[in-house]
């Protein structure tokens, strides 16, 4: 029997984790915190995702989780639209995402590997082409080295060396908030250098998100930061940020990183993050990790060709975090003339050419 392991209990890593079990092979999960779960933050998945998920028999249970995403659109502070999204158009062309509590997809993806290949509060230091995974306690050898380790990856070291992750220009706050009265729409506002996101989940609980250009590692106090930047915009974001608990509050500068030359080095892959972190405008960070999971685990059956799964990922994956990045810019633009510029632009794209537009990231199959 092939062996795989996997450095890293995210989304990606269970992914590879069911996958990899499906097919067959031993798989040993290495996860550094404590035990295996997420906190505090919602997630979407569009169709390229949820079709993923369908390879391993999950995305039906994902979607029975979830809330579809209803009405959107891209809001200025005072309240006045400046995108509407053509919601029947992207559910007939691509299929709509859907939205989801990041804890219920882990505790999918958790459920669907064996308990004995979960290994967490085990910290790997060191990763080795020959598929020796260096750790706190001890050593394992595989077949196959799976790094599915974020953004600050130990085993990106084997494939690449020291690549340094690219700071944004802006922070971001993520909490989930129990309103007074219900959510219907998901809205994006964009102001001076600012932006603030919010969506229903199925359960009745909103998840917020927010940024804010800032010098890199900038802390702040949380709710009350919200309050005084977003306290004066348009309903319901008062209301939210009135019902938010000062703990739930969520803070991390927003990073991405430059092309790799590779994603693959002998008996090692990186997935997700690890191969392609990107900021998260397009919603597309879990999505390209549980695309690169299950396009993994085929070729590792097919041929074991690793290199073509290099070819197979590294393209589309550097596209997105590219297009990512680009939209990021343009959303945190500050100075005003050029924001007065940017939302009468925004005001004049038809809402075909956004739906076209969404072709490239979402209308992949795998």
Not at 81 to 98: C, E, F, K
Request: aromatic share 6%; glycine share 10%.
């Amino acid at each position: 029997m092939s062996k795989v392991i996997i450095v890293g209990g995210g989304i990606g890593g269970l992914t590879a984790a069911a996958a990899f079990h499906q097919q067959g092979w031993d798989v040993e999960v290495l996860e550094q915190a404590p035990e295996i779960a997420e906190v505090g933050a919602g997630i979407s998945l569009w169709s390229n995702a949820l079709r993923a998920l369908d390879v391993i028999g999950l995305g039906a249970q994902a979607r029975d989780r979830a809330r579809a995403e209803a009405s959107a659109g891209i809001r200025e502070s005072k309240g006045g639209w400046l995108s509407r999204a053509d919601v029947a158009a992207i559910r007939d062309t691509y299929g709509l995402p859907i939205l989801l509590h990041r804890a219920d997809l882990l505790d999918l993806l958790r459920a669907a590997v064996p308990e004995s290949a979960l290994r967490p509060g085990i910290s790997v230091r060191e990763a080795r082409s020959d598929g020796t995974v260096v750790h706190s306690a001890g050593s394992s050898t595989a077949d196959l080295i799976v790094g599915a380790d974020g953004l600050r990856s130990v085993v990106r070291r084997a494939v690449c060396g020291e690549i340094a992750p690219r700071y944004a220009g802006y922070t971001a706050w993520r909490v989930l908030v129990t309103p007074t009265a219900p959510i219907g729409d998901l809205a994006e506002t964009w102001g001076r250098g600012e932006r603030f996101g919010y969506a229903a989940l199925a359960d009745g609980r909103v998840y917020c998100y927010a940024t804010a250009n800032l010098p890199e590692g900038t802390r702040t106090d949380g709710r009350a930061e919200l309050r005084r930047r977003f306290g004066r915009w348009h309903d319901p974001i008062p209301g939210l940020l009135a019902a938010a608990d000062d703990d739930a509050v969520l803070q991390h500068d927003i990073y991405a990183l430059p092309p790799l030359k590779t994603y693959v080095a002998e008996r090692i892959a990186l997935v997700g993050d690890a191969a392609h972190a990107m900021t998260p405008n397009l919603g597309q960070g879990a999505c390209q990790a549980i695309e690169d999971a299950i396009v993994l685990a085929r070729v590792a059956k097919e041929d074991g060709d690793l290199t073509r799964y290099d070819r197979l990922r590294r393209p589309r994956t550097q596209m997105i975090v590219a297009r990512s990045g680009r939209i990021g810019q343009v959303a945190q633009l500050s100075w005003p003339p050029v924001v007065a510029v940017r939302n009468a632009m925004l005001k004049l794209v038809p809402a075909a050419a956004q739906v076209k537009a969404l072709g490239a990231v979402v209308d992949w199959t795998p």
